[in-house]
């Protein structure tokens, strides 16, 4: 059905600036999905054929999938960062859940001030902080273990002030009524709190899971052995001083980034409200 001027008046643009408008955005989209297409055709081809530039569908086959696993211990890199991410995400987004319900629903002295300090702890710069850290790391003797990968990051002041803002816009009337019904601060987080948040509880750990997933400087400082080495550090082998493994690197880089791939997929749509819900987006 055509729309007519009345509609596309309502609609705010002209056909032309419509045309112009999906012609922006698809070549927006293509430049966006490009190098995730050059990165999975590199790595179907074997190194001699990428480097004479010669991308013949004859030539392409899974060998650089199954040589990633012979090189290096990928599959114990992919274990890593799989247990590290996973950790992670549900220790950050519990922990910042709780002092975002404190922050937001809760009434003690000081509560603004001490908000403030926790938030000012966003202006430092991480490499800042990476030798500090690293010193604590060691004196506990957590150097090289799954502690060090973990614990520094279960606390994000971002993804407390993220949750507060939002848990803010829910109505207080709802935690006077649970309190009246004798429930405690506790059970109204759980059973009022975290019930209506489901859509910015999930964007939050998506991004968690995307930046922990992510995280190169921090896995290459805290550990020293293959066995406890991450997918982001596991790459980093095949880039040599003289040399790249382009076919190697780019087949590792496709397994790496399916996990985040398949996340975004199943909680696209929460995703989408998360966004839209928490003000990331911009509104």
């Known amino acids: 059905m055509l729309e007519t001027p009345r509609q596309r008046s309502r609609l705010g643009m002209s056909r032309p600036a419509q045309v112009a408008l999906h012609a922006a955005l698809i070549a927006g989209s293509a430049i966006m999905v490009a190098p995730f297409v050059v990165m999975l055709v590199v790595s179907l081809v074997p ?60 009434r003690f002295k000081g509560r603004e001030t001490l908000f403030l300090l926790y938030l000012a702890t966003l202006m430092i710069p991480f490499p800042v902080t990476l030798i500090p850290n690293f010193l604590i790391i060691n004196r506990l003797g957590w150097y090289n273990t799954y502690p060090a990968l973990v614990v520094p990051g279960l606390f994000s002041a971002f993804s ?14 709802l935690d006077e009524a ?39 400087l921090w896995p290459l400082v805290v550990t020293t052995s293959e066995e406890m080495r991450t997918i982001p550090v596991g790459l980093s082998y095949f880039v040599g001083q003289y040399s790249t493994a382009w076919g190697l ?5 496709v397994i790496a980034v399916l996990p985040i791939l398949a996340i975004y997929v199943v909680a696209q749509k929460w995703f989408v409200q998360g966004i839209a819900l928490s003000g990331l987006g911009g509104r």
């Open 178 to 216: 649970a309190r009246m019904d004798g429930a405690s601060s506790l059970r109204i987080w759980w059973q009022i709190i975290v019930p209506l948040s489901g859509p910015v509880l999930a964007t939050l750990a998506i991004f968690v899971f995307q930046n922990t997933w992510n995280e190169f």
């Open 249 to 253: 690197l780019m087949a590792g880089s």
């Open 160 to 173: 407390t002030f993220l949750l507060r803002q939002y848990y803010r816009t829910i109505p207080a009337e």
């Open 47 to 106: 190194t001699e054929a990428f480097m004479a530039r010669r991308f013949q569908l004859a030539e392409m086959s899974l060998d650089n999938y199954l040589q990633v696993f012979k090189a290096v211990p990928f599959g114990r890199y992919y274990l890593n960062s799989i247990l590290v991410a996973v950790s992670v995400t549900t220790g950050q987004v519990l922990i910042s859940s709780l002092a975002a319900f404190a922050f937001a629903r809760l």
